[in-house]
């Protein structure tokens, strides 16, 4: 009785396999893998018909010098989208100068210049770009233009200002999101560019910022803003008792207002506290 149950089984593996292996050479199964073949080939197709339309409607990078008609050597330059290594390249090869360009140039420029000498137009395009022109001898350097600033305190500890925030030191109430937003908005490293530095100084309770002018000039008005005494105003209350603002006696209403700077501008708060006289 098993034999057979088993026989039975075995025959119908072969027909169904049988049967799978007709519907796979079938013209409909043919029909639908090509469909599927087309579908991937067009999608393929549409793809590097993007591509080629993206490169080709792409502005074109533009560098054009030329030599005016004149006594002193003036020059008419036009510029688009060309990056700033190539053009000391460019200018330092059809002009026979030596240029030395740090590897830290990058970005590209687009500009228009007419009746400038190239030194007119080199100072120009570097006071754009933050680059500092170093020449020395029959040499020009081109180099991020990158200053150090000791800046002295007078009331905060350095390091205390330069200590990032920490779960500690925000308030209990505080999300991390809402303390990460405190730290890019109100934190002084958020004042610096990439490349830009600040260390503990030399001098007693100072800072040395090391970041383009812009940047070290923003971290100076952050400093004057914040470095300053604390101010503490005492209020007497006419109608209403201490006690019921504060659920005790004899306690005085203490503000103290504090200043910082964000990118948008100075930002002035003011913290109202209770004091319990003795």
């Known amino acids: 009785m098993k034999d057979k149950i088993l026989i039975g089984f075995y025959i119908s593996l072969i027909i169904t396999a049988f049967s799978f292996n007709l519907f796979l050479e079938s013209p409909q199964a043919q029909s639908q893998e090509q469909a599927a073949n087309e579908t991937a080939g067009n999608q393929t197709l549409s793809g590097m018909l993007n591509q080629v339309k993206k490169e080709l409607t792409a502005p074109v990078p533009l560098l054009e010098i030329k030599r005016l008609e004149s006594e002193e050597p003036l020059y008419s330059i036009e510029l688009r ?13 059809d002009y026979n100068l030596n240029i030395l360009i740090d590897k830290e140039i990058t970005g590209t420029i687009t500009a ?4 400038v000498s190239l030194e007119e137009a080199l100072d120009s395009i570097a006071e754009m770009h933050n680059l500092s022109l170093e020449k020395k001898g029959n040499i020009l350097r081109v180099v991020p233009n990158l200053i150090t600033k000791t800046v002295v305190l007078k009331y905060i500890e350095a390091k205390k200002l330069l200590a990032p925030l920490n779960a500690d030191e925000a308030s209990a109430a505080q999300t991390a999101q809402e303390t990460n937003q405190t730290k890019s908005q109100s934190s002084i490293y958020s004042l610096l560019s990439e490349k830009g530095k600040i260390l503990l100084g030399k001098q007693q309770n100072s800072i040395m910022v ?3 002018p812009s940047n070290v000039k923003r971290v100076e008005d952050y400093v004057a803003v914040v470095d300053h005494k604390m101010t503490t105003r005492v209020f007497k209350l006419k109608y209403i008792k201490a006690d019921e603002l504060t659920g005790g006696s004899n306690t005085n209403i203490t503000q103290t207002t504090t200043q910082s700077i964000t990118e948008k501008g100075p930002l002035t708060t003011s913290t109202t506290t209770a004091t319990k006289q003795q």
């Open 210 to 212: 090391i970041d383009y």
């Open 81 to 93: 989208d060309v990056q700033l290594a190539d053009l000391f390249r460019v200018i330092a090869h």
């Open 112 to 115: 228009s210049f007419t009746n």
